[in-house]
Every structure is written in structure tokens, then in C-alpha cells.
T-cell receptor, first 113, second 113 residues
Framework: KQEVTQIPAALSVPEGENLVLNCSFT??????LQWFRQDPGKGLTSLLLIQSSQREQTSGRLNASLDKSSGRSTLYIAASQPGDSATYLC????????????FGQGTILTVHP | DVKVTQSSRYLVKRTGEKVFLECVQDMDHENMFWYRQDPGLGLRLIYFSYDVKMKEKGDIPEGYSVSREKKERFSLILESASTNQTSMYLC????????????FGSGTRLTVV
């Protein structure tokens, strides 16, 4: 059974810092990995999708890496801003024909001015 | 961009009522999903559908049913709402194939009183 773990559970940083969120998964037989952002009381917004054959993806100040063999992914946020404050969820797809999605518990990020 | 639209952001229903949560996607995705999200429990899969009129139970189907009469629409039905079904409900869709990620709606916050 796939398990996804995110570290740290919460992170508080001053504005402008570069930061790294970590995600690990137990079964390397994945189709892909997604990083999502969730604001309080809202739905999930997909930030980055990394295919199992890829090593990283970039979007603006965000960079996600994937090391499938070791079961790890990191989300790097450059020059953090207060507007980045949210919960960040890592999720892997795989294991079934329809692509079962397994989530981590999330990292609550607070960026203070 | 794929859009997944949930018809209600907030709903308040009484115990015992029959409740319908509606979800529509506009990108011809074969697969649609209903999750609920609760503090400390994360996101849990209730039901999913991989084609019109087809449905499969997820991890917590008890107390719920679903309907998919058209490809773009997936409805979650609470046959007799109970207070323990108070939750955030999230709909998602995904195309079939290894390389595709998930797209989520903005969520419905359901309160059963």
C-alpha cells in the first residue's frame, strides 16, 4: 500500500527566504507526482506535475524534483512571499488502471512580512 | 485549462435530508472522483467513475451513492444526511493515461445540522 509522507508538517519563514518542502513515498511504481496548493476553505490547485520519467519541473519561482528510485520529491520555493502562505500537498498517482491518487498530510507554510 | 466546477461552495442541510452535490468538468475526461477532506484525516476517496454509468467504490463509500449519466457530470448523493457527513467535499477529474494529472474543483463545504 502506497504511503506518502511530508516533512515538515508546518513551516514559518520570513519573506524573501528560499525554502524546501519534502515528500517521500514508499512504492516507486508511480505514474507521476503532483504538488498542490490549498488555501483555507478552498479546493486544490495543481502547481506542478512531474512524470515518472522526469527529474524536475519548473514554474516561475517553483521547482519540483523527483527521485523515483529513492521515493523522494522536493518542492523548492524561491524568494518566498506572504501570498505563498498555504498548505502544500504532495500526491502520487499509480497502482491501479485509473491512477489512484495518494496524498501526503501536507505542509502548512506561513510566510510573514 | 481544465475546469472542474462544483455547483455550491457552502451548503447547510438537516439530518435525514437527501443531498445532491454536483460536479461538472469541461475537458472530456473519462475519470471523475469524489473526495472528502477532514482535519487530521486528510483526503479520502468516496467514489469514482471511469465512464458514463460506471462507478467504483473508494475507501469510504458508506452512506453515499453517485450518479454519472453524462460524461461531464458526476453527482454525489447523500441518501440520508447525518452530522458525521459534515465535511469539505472535493470533486476531481483526470484523463486516462499514465501522463495525466488530477484537476480539482473549488470544493463544497457541507454542514449537516
Amino acid at each position: 500500500k502506497q504511503e506518502v509522507t511530508q516533512i515538515p508538517a508546518a513551516l514559518s519563514v520570513p519573506e524573501g527566504e528560499n525554502l524546501v518542502l519534502n515528500c517521500s513515498f514508499t512504492d516507486s511504481a508511480i505514474y507521476n507526482l503532483q504538488w498542490f496548493r490549498q488555501d483555507p476553505g478552498k479546493g486544490l490547485t495543481s502547481l506542478l506535475l512531474i512524470q515518472s520519467s522526469q527529474r524536475e519541473q519548473t514554474s516561475g519561482r517553483l521547482n519540483a524534483s523527483l527521485d523515483k528510485s529513492s521515493g523522494r520529491s522536493t518542492l523548492y520555493i524561491a524568494a518566498s512571499q506572504p501570498g505563498d502562505s498555504a498548505t502544500y500537498l504532495c500526491a502520487v498517482t499509480g497502482g491501479t488502471s485509473y491512477g489512484k491518487l495518494t496524498f501526503g498530510q501536507g505542509t502548512i507554510l506561513t510566510v510573514h512580512p | 485549462d481544465v475546469k472542474v466546477t462544483q455547483s455550491s461552495r457552502y451548503l447547510v442541510k438537516r439530518t435525514g435530508e437527501k443531498v445532491f452535490l454536483e460536479c461538472v468538468q469541461d475537458m472530456d475526461h473519462e475519470n471523475m472522483f469524489w473526495y472528502r477532506q477532514d482535519p487530521g484525516l486528510g483526503l479520502r476517496l468516496i467514489y469514482f467513475s471511469y465512464d458514463v454509468k460506471m462507478k467504483e467504490k473508494g475507501d469510504i463509500p458508506e452512506g453515499y451513492s453517485v450518479s454519472r449519466e453524462k460524461k461531464e457530470r458526476f453527482s454525489l448523493i447523500l441518501e440520508s444526511a447525518s452530522t458525521n457527513q459534515t465535511s469539505m467535499y472535493l470533486c476531481a477529474s483526470r484523463a486516462t493515461g499514465y501522463s495525466y494529472g488530477y484537476t480539482f474543483g473549488s470544493g463544497t463545504r457541507l454542514t449537516v445540522v
